[in-house]
């Protein structure tokens, strides 16, 4: 019904495009409506350091605009027709939001590491308004199917930094786990050179699966949830990535009101 095409795909609590934006501000100096702002969205999440995690995204979104200053999904609009990029329609059994990015459909001559990366900052920008969210955060299984030496010329060293510094604490959403399938040998030398930019903590929540991923990441995530694609019993992922994509694309007008936010 109506209601649960409010909700977005699958109709299992996304958030609605632009939910919550008033038309008065957030009163915490950050240029942004109530319902955007992070540390009005805090106060659902009991943690200590999410003041801290603020501070260090508005100082990471001045460092990177050739990332964060146009957040309209235009722009990258071309990635997630491919089906780079879905979502699964239900969290884990933690609660944690599950994405899954399939680096194969990323032709890095139309886009470069830095429009796949905006590609992820759209998506935590809408679901960082879910409670769920905030509370449990996010997992993400990264099919590297398709690797190429094209895509590892993308990754210099400032590109990892700026990765890594997303991974650890530069962004209010918990990552509780990082899945690599598929992952060719000459991946590594890429991962290499995100590793020491990563926390301990991080470091201890990336799984490599590889080709034989079946059984290992059924350990971490129930078939019920996962694609067809990956041994599962949901739909498959091009249905999810189409899901995926059009609620970024009704969610247009709320990620140019964020893309037009200048930090104080």
């Known amino acids: 019904g109506a209601g649960a095409a409010a909700a977005g795909p699958g109709g299992r609590g996304q958030p609605r495009p632009g939910r919550g934006a008033t038309g008065s501000g957030c009163g915490c100096g950050h240029g942004l409506r109530v319902g955007q702002c992070p540390a009005l969205l805090a106060r ?13 995204y508005q100082k990471w979104r001045i460092e ?7 957040l309209q999904p235009s722009s990258v609009l071309g990635l997630l027709q491919a089906g780079y990029h879905g979502v699964l329609r239900s969290r884990d059994p933690h609660g944690s939001k599950v994405l899954i990015y399939r680096i194969g459909q990323w032709d890095p001559s139309l886009f470069t590491a830095y429009d796949v ?5 759209i998506t ?9 969210t905030q509370r449990n955060g996010v997992k993400a299984i990264f099919d590297l199917q398709g690797w190429r030496f094209a895509h590892a010329f993308q990754i210099s060293p400032a590109v990892a930094k700026k990765i890594a510094a ?3 604490d530069s962004f209010p ?7 690599l399938i598929n992952e060719p040998l000459f991946f590594h ?4 050179l995100i590793k020491p930019f990563l926390t301990e903590k991080i470091k201890q929540r990336v799984y490599m699966h590889g080709n034989n991923y079946l059984q290992s990441l059924t350990e971490h995530f129930p078939i019920s949830i996962l694609p067809q694609e990956y041994g599962g019993e949901e739909v498959s992922f091009e249905e999810l990535a189409k899901e995926w994509t059009d609620f970024i694309m009704a969610s ?9 936010v200048a930090w104080e």
């Not at 990366?117 to 900052?121: A, D, I, Y």
């Not at 935590?124 to 769920?132: A, D, G, Q, T």
């Not at 247009?252 to 037009?260: A, G, M, P, R, V």
């Open 44 to 56: 659902a999440r009991p943690s200590r350091d999410f003041q801290g995690l603020l501070k260090n």
């Open 64 to 70: 990177c605009p050739e990332i964060s200053a146009d």
């Open 117 to 121: 990366f905006r590609v992820s900052l």
């Open 124 to 132: 935590s920008e809408l679901i960082v308004k879910e409670i769920e």
């Open 166 to 168: 997303v991974l650890t």
């Open 173 to 179: 959403l918990k990552v509780r786990g990082i899945h």
């Open 189 to 192: 030398p890429v991962f290499a």
């Open 252 to 260: 247009s007008d709320y990620l140019q009101s964020i893309s037009l």
